[in-house]
């Protein structure tokens, strides 16, 4: 009786298609501070990883840092673009046969489901995945997962702007006061993307069209944002992200920020591996790394993102996740449908078409 068990068994995973097959270890091997399925001595061979991002160079170059100095035998590449670029060249790259990256970051999360569909990423079941919730991740699960959360809310500069002046909700940025002084982002942006999506429910399809009037400024980075919050060019921002918030205020910058009673905006990072990496052991072993304790850590350090995980710190001088209010779209599968309406209609809005 076991034994034909056993083969019904082993007939059931013949005739599993591989892609839908969880590829892991059955005893991951323990590191300091996290547990992988990487062969470790493969990796060091190796010897490289390349990592595609969307995240400024110098916080992306420093999260890399703190891979290489756990693991100094494998030299590290970053490269970062905007996600709408980042994509294009992800899949230029494919379709010319060129498989250059190893890990890939996209900010925009419709991205990230498309790029399952056509199957670009590995599949791999990190044994760290055990610490987020099902909802973090891909479904099969092994594709991609959430690694960080990108919050954004209002900002404003105090020395233009008083307390009591100062937007308080999502509906009070749409005062005529701030005409030709506050800023979004670009179509490109993930992040703007979510917020538009979120807040045309909460409030209803003509939200945006509140915003016409004021003439927005809209840029493809949160850098630009504050640093025309900083110069006096702006007054106001909304798609202004938290950590972009908590680096400028750790240099002394005059800028608060707003927590609408409503929620903050909230868009998932999601990390994962490519398809024919050059170097697949050492992309799984950064992979459960960046997934872990440590690796988390590092990231809150470094780029100022809240971590999915509730056993790691927030990030410097900042708030807990659980702490707040997160909105975020309740179906990912309609999010990613309405792309194509959000660029369009926020080209028109912001002047850009």
């Keep these: 009786m076991l034994t034909r068990l056993c083969l019904l068994l082993a007939l059931i995973a013949m005739l599993t298609p591989a892609a839908a097959r969880a590829q892991t270890c059955p005893a991951p091997r323990q590191m300091d501070g996290f547990k992988t399925c990487a062969d470790v001595a493969e990796a060091e061979r190796e010897g490289a990883l390349v990592f595609y991002s969307t995240d400024p160079e110098t916080a992306g170059e420093a999260l890399l840092k703190a891979f290489h100095t756990a693991f100094p035998k494998i030299s590290t590449t970053y490269l970062r673009l905007q996600a709408g670029g980042l994509y294009a060249k992800l899949l230029a790259e494919r379709q010319g046969r060129a498989y250059l990256a190893d890990a890939v970051q996209l900010s925009d999360f419709s991205f990230a489901q498309d790029f399952q569909k056509r199957g670009g990423y590995m599949r791999y079941v990190s044994p760290e995945l055990a610490a987020y919730p099902a909802a973090y991740r891909s479904s099969p699960e092994g594709y991609w997962n959430w690694g960080a959360l990108v919050i954004a809310g209002i900002a404003y500069n105090p020395t233009l702007v008083t307390a009591a002046e100062a937007p308080k909700t999502w509906l009070d940025v749409m005062d005529p006061k701030w005409t030709d002084a506050i800023s979004v982002k670009v179509t490109i942006s993930g992040l703007q993307h979510v917020e538009w999506y979120v807040l045309r429910h909460l409030?209803?399809?003509?939200?945006?069209?509140?915003?016409?009037?004021?003439?927005?400024?809209?840029?493809?980075?949160?850098?630009?944002?504050?640093?025309?919050?900083?110069?006096?060019?702006?007054?106001?921002?909304?798609?202004?992200?938290?950590?972009?918030?908590?680096?400028?205020?750790?240099?002394?910058?005059?800028?608060?920020?707003?927590?609408?009673?409503?929620?903050?905006?909230?868009?998932?990072?999601?990390?994962?591996?490519?398809?024919?990496?050059?170097?697949?052991?050492?992309?799984?072993?950064?992979?459960?790394?960046?997934?872990?304790v440590p690796g988390q850590t590092a990231m809150t350090r470094t780029l100022y993102y809240n971590s999915p995980r509730d056993d790691v710190p927030a990030p410097p001088g900042g708030v807990g996740t659980a702490s707040f209010k997160l909105l975020y779209p309740d179906d990912w599968t309609k999010f990613e449908q309405s792309h194509p309406q959000f660029v369009r209609e926020w080209d028109k809005l912001t002047g850009l078409r």
């Design 203 to 292: 409030y209803g399809p003509d939200y945006w069209a509140r915003l016409v009037p004021l003439k927005p400024h809209a840029f493809d980075s949160y850098v630009q944002q504050f640093d025309r919050l900083v110069n006096g060019q702006d007054k106001v921002a909304i798609t202004a992200q938290y950590s972009g918030y908590l680096l400028m205020k750790a240099k002394g910058a005059p800028v608060e920020f707003v927590y609408p009673p409503d929620g903050l905006i909230a868009a998932p990072q999601a990390y994962g591996l490519v398809a024919e990496a050059p170097h697949p052991e050492a992309a799984k072993l950064f992979y459960d790394w960046f997934l872990s």
